[in-house]
Structure formats: C-alpha cells, structure tokens
C-alpha cells in the first residue's frame, strides 16, 4: 500500500505563494489518482484539487480554480499543490489522499490512502 506524506506547508501573506508536496512512501503513485482536501477550524474536509494517473486529467473546486495547480512527478514519487493568489480563507490543514486507479474525484469516500495533514496559514 502506498503512504502519502505531505509538506510544504507554513505561515504565508495573502496574496503570497506556497507549494505543498505529497510524496508516497512505501509504494510509488503509479496507477494512482491522488487529491488534496483541506479542513478549516469548525468545519468539515472539502475537496481542493485532483489528479489521475498518469496526470492527463485534473480536478480543482471552484474556490481554487485559477490559483491552485496540481501536478505529479513520477519519477520523484511526488505530487505537488502549487497555490498563488493565497487568501485568508484558503488557511486550513492540508490533506493529501490516493486512490487507486481513481479518476481524480472530488468525493474523499473514494480515497483509501490518506497523510497526517499539513498546516497552511495566511495571513491579512
């Protein structure tokens, strides 16, 4: 089974930029579609953004479309969540989840394989 991982999150300005990683560990991503979803305080995990595999379709919530890109590295066992244009509504913790032979849904039932979560703030 694969592991996601995540990093990359932090403390950022609005309008700023961060890129968060999700590595897999154990396995490698192949044959995976991997998501990222994010919980604010108080409320419940919504879906951001999704890739297939091998990364010729992708999925992104109407909240991030234009700001946020998904994209996957085989070779590095990584996909990554590039977020510019950041506002203060975006601060959540990060989560990287996987599903195989998945076709880059936005519903998180989907998704067997989930990270630990990372932190991302924006500041006003």
């Known amino acids: 089974q694969v592991q996601p991982v995540e990093s990359g999150g932090g403390v950022v300005h609005s309008g700023g930029s961060l890129r968060l990683s999700c590595a897999a560990s154990?396995?490698?991503?192949?044959?995976?579609?991997v998501a990222w979803f994010r919980q604010a305080p108080g409320q419940e995990r919504e879906f951001v953004a999704a890739i297939n595999w091998p990364g010729r379709n992708t999925n992104y919530a109407d909240s991030v479309k234009g700001r946020f890109t998904i994209s996957r590295d085989d070779a590095k066992k990584t996909v990554y969540l590039q977020m510019n244009s950041l506002k203060s509504e975006d601060t959540a913790v990060y989560y990287c989840?996987?599903?195989?032979?998945?076709?880059?849904?936005?519903?998180?039932?989907?998704?067997?394989?989930w990270g630990q979560g990372t932190q991302v703030t924006v500041s006003s």
């Open positions: 989840a996987a599903d195989m032979y998945g076709l880059a849904s936005p519903n998180q039932a989907e998704y067997t394989y």
């Open positions: 154990g396995r490698t991503f192949n044959n995976y579609a």
